[in-house]
């Protein structure tokens, strides 16, 4: 791993560029300092410190290699300021996530009748609204009056699980 050096921009007002390599391939790009993304600092391997263009901009002021001491010190604000955000962004998503156990969805088959048979297709119902609308898909939704709430022998119930089934009106049990 070669060394590298931390080199920051020292003028506020300015954006600066330094082209390095065969035919100015290799560039390196600062922003201007403060600009809180943190873009105004690069970590730069030491023949680029050695180039002409490099030592011409520092010795205007506008580019800087910093000490370690100064290197730590620069880091530790805006490694703060990244995880503040982070923890903001993260609380602001578990804080609008519903975490209520029974309100989870479940998909349910269309039970609307179409050509002798159920439709099928898949419905999503929230699990505590299972036993107050019917599983219709949106072609059939208005056939909600048609169907009704029966005791289905067959399911065993149990924790979270009732026997209560919904049949279309004529539907065979």
Known sequence: MPV????????KDLVSLIHMGPQGR?????QSKGVGTGDDLLELPEYV???????RQQRRGILRVLTPEEFASWQRP?????????EAAAAQVLSS????PQEYFVNKPCIA???????????TVRHTEE??????????????GFCVLVTD???VPGPGVNNLTWRFAGQAV
């Open 153 to 155: 022998e067959s399911i």
């Open 4 to 11: 590298t050096y931390p080199v920051v921009n020292e003028r």
């Open 97 to 100: 996530m519903d975490r209520s």
């Open 131 to 144: 036993t107050q609308r019917p599983p219709l898909c949106e072609r059939h939704a208005h056939l909600s």
């Open 49 to 55: 410190l050695e180039s002409p263009n490099f030592r």
């Open 26 to 30: 290799e560039e390196y790009i600062w």
């Open 113 to 123: 009748p179409e050509a002798g048979r159920p439709c099928g297709a898949q419905t």
């Open 78 to 86: 805006s490694y703060d300021n990244w995880a503040a955000t982070q």
